[in-house]
């Protein structure tokens, strides 16, 4: 009777002695698999995703520019949404009545590939001063200082001060069409039919 309990002693003794190692293992692995789903689940979360993803910089458009000189003023953007940067004069001019200047703004500009600049009139000059812009086109591979030819439409002497917006520049996209000559075209509806041939206005 006395050796059936010293070997069920030795039996539960080497048990309690194993049980830790066994369910520390077991636990140990359990636990690191169950961290993992949860690092990995994490990892392909939509809403962290949201967070921490960004445009790649290929498929992101950027306007560089440069300045030419001191003069020179960073164009801005009236609001995050505004279509074009307002383009600002290096230089105080005199636009008589009637009359034109080609205002620079010492800057450079490279714009986004597959596109061109339009430098567009302001509505503000337009409006008030019947002041318009001509010749507004800046190509892809223009490097030059950008200029603003300004058309003084009124009956007054227009003044342009160093700092003033005067026009802005709109990036558009362009395609680069390949020149191929032909004998005929083909006809259309509307024919050759110009300028009022579609209405009085």
């Known amino acids: ?72 003023t960073t164009p801005t953007r009236g609001s995050a949404k505004a279509a074009g940067y307002d383009l600002y004069s290096a230089y105080d001019y005199i636009i008589g009545p009637m009359d034109k200047a080609i205002v620079k703004t010492d800057i450079q500009i490279a714009v986004p590939h597959g596109c061109y600049g339009r430098v567009a009139p302001r509505s503000g000059l337009a409006a008030k001063h019947f002041i318009d812009v001509g010749a507004g086109v800046v190509d892809e591979d223009y490097r030059g200082n950008v200029g603003v030819v300004l058309f003084n439409f009124s009956k007054d002497t227009f003044e342009v001060k160093k700092g003033d917006r005067v026009a802005q520049l709109v990036c558009e996209k362009i395609c680069y069409p390949d020149l191929e000559e032909k004998e005929t075209l083909d006809d259309t509806e509307r024919g050759a039919g110009g300028f009022g041939s579609t209405g009085r206005n």
């Open 1 to 72: 009777m006395t050796r059936l309990l010293l070997k069920n002693l030795q039996l539960c003794s080497s048990f309690f002695d194993a049980a830790p190692r066994f369910l520390g293992r077991d636990f140990h692995t359990r636990l690191t698999a169950e961290n993992k789903e949860v690092t990995d689940a994490s990892a392909v979360s939509p809403s962290k995703r949201a967070r921490t993803e960004t445009q790649p910089a290929e498929e992101r458009s950027v306007l560089r520019f440069a300045k030419l000189s001191e003069h020179a």
